[in-house]
């Protein structure tokens, strides 16, 4: 039989981060397996549900490289939880025709009454079965009925997990939970059970804050007489203080990973070590997740996110990447930091910049913070270290060099330098000193890629209009 794996999030907000590294595991799981891979949207809460949350989630996973074999489905590219709720319904019809569920009439200020009386004799608050086994002829009026399902009420319910192993609750704990409520819609404990049934699911993989829902969904697979899945429970990603991740440890959605200026595949490998390993291997690619992944190399305990280290894998994945890909992808952000859109000349620049560049750039951004100065046409902006390397006597040797630079032909990193070790040599300086103050009069910085070869991209003439404009004065 086939694997079919599922990503099942809901359309209510952004694309959280843990819930990429579930789809990760899922997409990995049915690739490794020559299986399949489907996207579910759980849009069944109409008032919280948004197309631009779809539309986010689509995004999310297109960014990501994780395309689901689904997206032909019924014109929208995915299966929507929300259509089928008919299909929901029915079923809960069919477990009340064999037995397996009953409708409850109990009103809700007589189940508020019974959950006082639990509390106030210190019981379990949960459905004390009153309707279980009394005719719908003793109905109230005027009272819509749920339907609860017919749990077993003795023995004990087992999960054997892939990842946690075998798990098991008396079945006394869990009580008849309603399948569908008073309005005719369906809770989620049946949808998710009706919908993974319909599809196909063999593997449901899904985070381990899942777990406790797990022993009453098997419990409607058995009330239908349908085959269980394997459960596969991931342990949750935590901050880097222990504390599960959320917004304040700065970044919780896919997207802002993104906009932080960090490469998809960077992000695929680094949520790829998050409970899951293959000996040391740091830095895995695609191909090679796809060949060596399965559920047995993931482990119980939870995984603290760590933003260094993903800086640091992203650096690797930006020192490989193609100059022209990073310049495509750093375009928009150096843009908005220069207010403007780059010409096709800047972008090639920015092309010919990269090498210098990107070694030295964790993210994105930082090589577009790098960039700018490349593209000043007015004065530029020098910050307070490099103020202080335009002394007087600096602005003299600038002049004397741009006197020298302005008879170069060959205007090329190595020959830029040569002119400064040979000005350097006969005055008795050292190279530094006079490189430095260069530096801030074309940058305005102290740090910044090779100068000379910064020289040669910036071009003669607009070298010596930044140097003038120090020394002109």
């Known amino acids: ?209 899942h777990l406790t829902n797990t022993f009453r969904q098997i419990q409607i697979y058995k009330a239908m007489g349908w085959e269980i899945p394997v459960f596969a429970h991931l342990p949750m990603i935590l901050g880097p203080d222990g504390a599960k991740l959320s917004k304040r440890h700065g970044a919780p959605a896919v997207s802002d990973y993104r906009d932080r200026g960090y490469l998809p595949e960077a992000v695929q490998n ?45 650096a690797h994945y930006i020192k490989q990447a193609e100059d022209r890909r990073l310049t495509d992808l750093t375009a928009p952000i150096l843009e908005r930091l220069l207010g403007q859109a780059l010409t096709q000349a800047q972008k090639d620049l920015l092309t010919r910049a990269m090498p210098d560049l990107k070694p030295r750039a964790q993210t994105l951004v930082e090589i577009a913070e790098m960039a700018v100065f490349y593209f000043h046409t007015g004065s530029i902006p020098v910050d307070e270290k490099a103020q202080k390397l335009l002394t007087p006597e600096a602005k003299q040797h600038l002049s004397a060099l741009a006197e020298l630079l302005k008879e170069k032909t060959d205007f090329t990193a190595p020959s830029i330098e040569n002119v400064f070790r040979a000005y350097a040599e006969a005055k008795g300086l050292k190279l530094g000193s006079i490189a430095q103050p260069f530096r801030a009069a074309l940058t305005g910085s102290t740090v910044s890629p090779p100068i000379f070869g910064v020289a040669a991209l910036l071009g003669k003439q607009e070298v010596l209009r930044r140097v003038c404009g120090w020394v002109c004065n």
């Open 1 to 209: 039989m086939p694997i079919i794996t599922r990503f099942a999030p809901s359309p209510t907000g952004y694309l959280h981060i843990g819930s990429v590294r579930t789809a990760l595991f899922c997409w990995l799981f049915a690739k490794h397996h020559g299986g399949q891979f489907l996207l579910r949207v759980e849009d069944t809460d109409r008032a919280r549900s948004t197309p631009e949350s779809v539309q986010t989630i689509l995004e999310g996973m297109e960014w990501l490289g994780l395309d689901w074999d689904n997206k032909d489905y019924d014109g929208q590219g995915y299966y929507s939880q929300f259509a089928q709720r008919a299909r929901h319904a029915e079923v809960a019809r069919q477990m009340v025709a064999n037995g397996t569920a009953y409708p409850c009439y109990a009103s809700p200020e007589e189940l508020d009454a019974m959950r006082a009386e639990q509390k106030e004799k210190g019981l379990p608050q949960r459905y004390d079965g009153r309707w279980r086994d009394r005719s719908a002829s003793d109905a109230p009026a005027g009272i819509s009925p749920v339907i609860r399902l017919k749990a077993p009420q003795t023995g004990e319910t087992v999960v054997t997990d892939a990842v946690m192993g075998t798990i098991t609750v008396q079945n006394s704990q869990l009580d008849d939970m309603v399948l569908l409520r008073a309005d005719g819609t369906p809770t989620y404990m049946l949808a998710v059970v009706v919908d993974d049934h319909d599809m196909g699911i063999t593997h449901v993989v899904r985070g381990d804050d």
């Open 270 to 314: 680094y949520l790829l070590r998050l409970c899951w390993a293959h000996g040391d291997d740091e830095i895995i690619s695609t191909e090679q997740a796809i060949a060596w992944f399965d559920l047995d190399g993931i482990g119980k305990s939870p995984a603290r996110f760590d933003f260094a280290k993903l800086g640091s894998v992203n």
